[in-house]
């Protein structure tokens, strides 16, 4: 005689239940971050991409607005006419995203450091100029001060002999 076993679920060891378990409630939270952080990703890039036509949609709804407000206040002429735009030359800082702006915080940041950089150099360069034109006037009256006493010096002794 063969004796057939049969495997159930209950009979499985507690402590492989456990495993399995924690397992499954680990990959589940991990899953769940995961995707969140995915679906907070893609909202971040889908307002970096409308931030950056923010200006454009702008003015075209106020371009819609003031079409809207001329066509209430008076009757459309019968005839034909256009409107003349021009393009004002405005700079404006465009929004590039949130590591676009950090790029250009640091760009910023490094060219505004190494003006300081240069101006200091500069400073220092005319402080050593100084310092040696100082240095060079104090050798001057050190050497006169040398002859001066080398002078008062030969005249005391002369002063010595001659008495």
């Known amino acids: 005689g063969g004796e057939n076993v049969v495997w159930s679920a209950d009979d499985e060891d507690l402590g492989y239940q456990a495993v399995r378990v924690f397992l499954t409630t680990t990959c589940s939270i991990f899953g769940t971050v995961v995707m969140l952080n ?16 923010v200006v454009a949609i702008r003015n075209r709804e106020l371009a819609g607005l003031l079409l809207d407000m001329e066509c209430l ?10 409107f003349v735009c021009n393009r ?14 950090v ?34 006037k104090l050798k001057a009256i050190a050497d006169t001060l040398a002859a001066l006493r080398l002078e008062s010096r030969q005249s005391a002794q002369s002063d010595v002999f001659s008495t």
């Open 73 to 82: 206040r008076r009757p459309v002429p019968t005839g034909a006419f256009f």
């Open 38 to 53: 995915m679906l907070i990703a893609l909202l971040c890039d889908t307002f970096e991409r409308v931030q950056q036509n």
């Open 103 to 136: 790029k250009v915080h640091v760009t910023d940041s490094v060219q505004h450091l190494t003006d300081q950089l240069v101006e200091t150099d500069l400073k220092l360069e005319a402080n050593d100029e100084k310092f040696d034109a100082i240095d060079q």
């Open 88 to 101: 004002l030359m405005i700079e404006e800082k465009k929004w590039t995203g949130f590591i676009g702006e």
